[in-house]
Nanobody, 115 residues
Framework: QVQLVESGGGLVQAGGSLRLSCAAS????????LGWYRQVSGKQRELVAS???????NYADSVKGRFTISRDNAKNTLYLQMNSLKPEDTAVYYC?????????WGQGTQVTVSS
């Protein structure tokens, strides 16, 4: 069964840290381009960070220097280390995997940053 399952979300104070994980199953994980997206209710889903199958990374300007995306192909897991969190980082965070025409989404995990 093809599946992405996020974990690690929660409530944290501004300035704090969280690490999100996304466990994949049913796919050849290492060949996929992976990403973290976030969505606030009533707004469009936006890209937070992405990582290619060769390890090249890309970040939204709003998170550069604070967030780090990484992948462990041996564990079929994607990570997002989030430091210096701000209230505006509050959103549902989604894991995404893409290869050619195949696009897979996780169910999302809520991150809430209190001021």
């Amino acid at each position: 069964q093809v599946q992405l399952v996020e974990s690690g979300g929660g409530l944290v104070q501004a300035g704090g840290s969280l690490r999100l994980s996304c466990a994949a199953s049913g796919i050849r994980f290492s060949i996929y381009r992976l990403g973290w997206y976030r969505q606030v209710s009533g707004k469009q889903r936006e890209l937070v960070a992405s990582i290619t199958n060769s390890g090249s990374t890309n970040y939204a300007d709003s998170v550069k220097g604070r967030f780090t995306i990484s992948r462990d192909n041996a564990k079929n897991t994607l990570y997002l280390q989030m430091n210096s969190l701000k209230p505006e980082d509050t959103a549902v965070y989604y894991c995404n995997a893409q290869f050619l025409a195949a696009i897979i989404w996780g169910q999302g995990t809520q991150v809430t940053v209190s001021s």
